[in-house]
């Protein structure tokens, strides 16, 4: 089995206070293991947003530790944490509000390497145009601002943004469900690209079912911020042990009429539910 | 629902706290000594002397805070330097007054502001729209205290269609009981009492008006605009309700929560204009009150003003508040937490 | 572009991801803010008077520019000597020789007007900017501060804000003695609150944004995320806050001024004009009503200034 | 009526932006939609897709009328009767009772202060149906829609509800009084997935029992797949193709189309099979280059 890079113990998180209080967490565990690609599906409220964000420190967890490289983050001196940054980066929802509007794209792909240090001007060049053309970008785009980009060519610039540092981990969260079809299939072959390339370990949050199986190589599925199942993907997609993943299986439109006629006839006849 | 209230109550207490911190500041800058402006200009070494150990000002700082927040709790915002009568009572004496200039004030200003602004947004764009939003601009730019001039003098001297100042005519004051003209009128004096009440008012209230119905009215337009290109009232068309039922029964509906927040705000913000409006009018009320206590450097009692007029304001937000919770759904359940 | 960007206000985006109401920072920061753009003098001169700028804000920055530089001149510009009394043309009719006639004294109404002018237009601007620097510091020191902090600095605005503006001017002026300079303090110190108010509101929706928390996640400092970030981005709101606040406070001074408790006579302020005309209106109706017009006028002209202002920074309401 | 003559007939219809209310300027009217047709019998339903940008919602608001600020051109011909240039009375009539429209976002379609049943019964209210009546039509609906304890819920508030319950109240007011063409825009793409085929079975459902038409709004090809009887796609405002649904899907004549098709991850395909995009198609086809 792969080294294992971050581990996930008892992770509980809970929203706001006393009788209001929502528990978006309820003591997950699990491993990001070297060169996977892990999916965390879930529907909204599932918590999996939330997990990614205690990861990158965006939320502070309630209870329980993540670990890098066997070392728990809560107790790591400060090298050690700026080294966790620098090798663990994301990927958000929305291509529109990830972009500082009043940056050039230089400017927003420079600025990790500024704030990780340690990268010369030769240096932060250099890597930002190798990246930039592996994503389909050109030079000339550096110096416009992000209202000059479509959907689709920001989320590349996000992606950029997350690799000019060398990362080891990237973490994505959702981020094609805010794109067209055909911007989400060039993202997608994209980020699977890159994984493969520069050996990426990837944690891929997402709500599409169809998504997580095109891309992950391992899936967790949440349910009401507890981990219902766990499994490689031919597995869990295969033969799903728990009835909410058969629920949420079975609930995946196909793009095939005969297919999909006939799984509406058997639900409107198998249930008069509800 | 009921710890939000109390919640509430908690903040009101904190902000009445707060003011009186404030105007406890504002007391400790005037600048010279505080015991020699008390006692007069024209007091001896002794009697500046005496006013200061009578104020407790040769006790430290801290103690003199606490006797004055003590001294408040119990309505005694000390004695007025000028008339030599308590603060406390020579405000609550006029209080009334200004009250109901508000309050007549508020109705003028929602009578006008809230039509206005709905018709600005439904003719969103249009020329109607426009002309209004230019009158309100102009309107709104005006100073409340030339304004009442130029009303008093263009409708009560020029014109002579109404009186120029105080709240009752000679012969149609009715006696004093709740402090309220028009009430008193209401119910001692006869009809005519009543009018000479209210023709005493009017004047007063509509130049305190102004440059609330601008605000308000702009307000309302804008909430209108927002509340009218939402999802729901798409959805109202697209059911085959009638444009008239469309704006009243859906956008003003939902509009109406912050128009109520901002006028109860307003309420607060036109006692302090009143000291303007009072000052040309010469009514008696806190504004007037204020006004003769600053011409005669009476800082207790501005100070004393200031904080009843914090109060009054306060209590108005609270007020506000707790009326919002009560009708209106949103912000209902999310009192109660019904997801 | 993409169509869906140009779009009228109104109708429906399409993109799945625009769903939902768009927030106020969001509206300021990430739509093409024209405030941003054009930088220097001449693109400013081309964004505020350019053709694609409505008739009525190209007006409305006119007038302003009219009014300041009346402020500017104004001593300059006056025919006569605003201070000197001239008891043999007291209270003369508006005609050839006084324009806007004389006050009791027999000074020059016009003269007055225009010499109150700057004093009354530049301290407005100067209350403004002072306010708003201070409610930016303090706003932004909150936002930096632990969360206790923060949440005490916002306490006190809000207790300052249960004191209407003016009465809390006017008790800070009147307890300050009257002077131009007691007004000036007593105005930034009841407007700051709701300044710092407003803009910790704006910073801490643009701190909730993405671009943020993504600078945050590779490690950037507090410091640096609301220098570099979320002070650049939240500038248009206030900006545009700041420009409305312009005309109350115009309106504001000269009320304070009117009350007795601005600049000290003999200095020629429009609310103490006012103030000083109002007992012999019916006989010199011009000694209040040319300073009050002036104050009109100028509210106006900065009200729809910042209205321009407002309109330019926000694409959405791009319409008049 | 019969049932093979088309109750909805659109012809040729455009929807522009007139230049002075283009935000951030721009020359000439912007248009969003050009010259698409289509027809859709009574009980038939006809599916509209396209990418954000493709014109789709205008179309289906067009319809409607529900834009102000738009210039409409073309034809749009309702049971016999030309919608477009149509008196607003006449409008009224038909929206709500013979045409209503379901909207993406159940959570902002419904107004947050009045009770649900106020929402649900409206259509009839404005119509002149007494109160009692209408309320008791209305906790039908909710019943036949399966929203549990209909009659109480009328005097919840939308507040109340959760994202799936909304879409079912969105659509017992657009259903209660009757119509005969539900126009239903996107009305799944902000639901989870389990809630999205309830969501889709309570429409055909509907559809079926009714003999109501739908035209169905989406970007989504999958959720097409087993609900409509026959496909519009359109892209950049402009028609590309009109299909049954199984020819489309089998063989879609267009490569925007196949592009489309290609581009959407498969629950039921190979992982290790790249995704193919719609650029790869147009480009392969010589076919305009996508923006």
Known sequence: MAESLIQVRELSKRFGVRGRAYQALDSVSFDLRQGEVLGLVGESGSGKTTIIRCLVGLEKQSSGSISYLGKNLGQVSASERRRYRRDVQMIFQDPYSSLDPRMTVRQILEEPMLVAGGFSARERHDRILDLLHMVGLEEDHLHRYPRHFSGGQRQRISIVR????????????????????????????????????????????????????????????????????????????????????????????????????????????????R | MVYFIFRRLGLAALSLWGVATIVFVMSRLIPGDIAGVAAGRFASAEQIEHVRETLGLNKPLVVQYWDFLVHAVHGDLGTSAYTHQSVVSGIGAVLPATIQLVVCGMIITILLAVPLGVLSAVNEGRGGDTAIRLILVLEGGVPVFWLAIMLRWIFGSILGWFPISSTNSLNGAPPHVTGFSVLDSLLFGDFSNVLDSVGHLLLPAIALSAPFIATLARNVRSNMMSALKSDYITFAVSKGVPPGRIVIHHGLRSALGSTLTIAGMQFGWMVSSAVLVEAVFSLPGVGSYMYHAIVNHDTFAVLGAVLIIGFVFIVTALIVDLVQMSIDPRVRNVQVGVA | MKTEDKLP???????????????????????????????????????????????????????????????????????????????????????????????????????????????TLISAVLIVVFATLIGVIVASAAALAPRWADEVVMRVCDMFMSIPSLVLALGLAAALGPSLTSIIIAMVAALWPATARLTRGILRETMTSA???????????????????????????????????????????????????????PSADWGSMIAQGQDFITTAWWVSLFPGLAITLSAVAFGLAGDAVRSLADPSSRRS | MDARSPILNVSALSVSVPEKLRIGGGQGDLRLVDGVSFQIRSGERLALVGESGSGKSMTARALMQLDRDVVLKGSVCWDGTELLGAAPRRLREIRGAEISMLFQDPMTALNPVLTIGEQVAEPLLVRGVSKKNAYRKAAQILDRLHVPKAKERLRAYPGQFSGGMRQRVVMAAALVAEPKLLIADEPTTALDVRVQEQVLDLIEEQSRELNLAVLFITHDLATVAGLAQSVVVMHHGKFVEQQNVDDLFSKPQHPYTRGLLASVPRLDADPNRRLLTVEDYMANHGGESLG
């Open chain 1, 162 to 273: 997350a690799l000019v540092v060398g990362p080891r981990v990237l973490l994505c969260d959702e981020p094609v469900s805010a794109l067209d079809v055909s911007v989400q299939a060039q993202v997608l072959n994209l980020i699977k690209d890159m994984q493969k390339e520069l050996d990426l370990t990837v944690l891929f949050v997402a709500h599409d079912l169809a998504v997580v199986k095109y891309l992950c190589t391992r899936v967790i599925v949440l349910n009401s911020g507890r981990i219902v199942e766990e499994g490689p993907v031919a597995r869990v997609y295969g033969a799903p042990q728990d009835a909410y993943t058969r629920q949420l299986l079975e609930a995946v439109p196909i793009p095939d009429p005969a297919v999909e006629r006939e799984r509406r006839a058997r639900r409107l006849e198998g249930t008069v539910r």
């Open chain 3, 211 to 265: 671009y943020i928390e993504s600078a945050q996640i590779v490690g950037m400092s507090r410091l640096r995320l609301m220098v570099r970030h979320a002070i650049p981005n939240s500038l248009d709101a206030i900006y545009v806050h700041a420009s409305m606040e312009i005309s109350g406070t115009i309106v504001m001074m000269s009320g304070l001024a009117f009350l007795g408790v601005g600049a000290p006579p």
């Open chain 3, 9 to 119: 206000p109104g109708l429906p985006s399409t993109h799945p991801d625009r769903r939902g109401e768009v927030s106020f920072a969001y509206r300021f920061s990430t739509a093409t803010s024209p405030l941003a753009v054009g930088r220097g003098l001449g693109g400013l001169a081309r964004r505020l008077f350019g053709a694609k700028t409505f008739l009525i804000n190209r007006i409305a920055f006119g007038l302003v520019a009219v009014l300041l530089l009346l402020a500017l001149l104004g001593p300059v510009l006056a025919p006569y000597d605003p201070n000197a009394p001239n008891t043999n043309a007291a209270l003369q009719a508006p005609g050839a020789v006084h324009w806007l006639g004389t006050d009791d004294v027999g000074r020059d109404v016009l003269s007055r007007i225009l010499t109150g002018a700057t004093q």
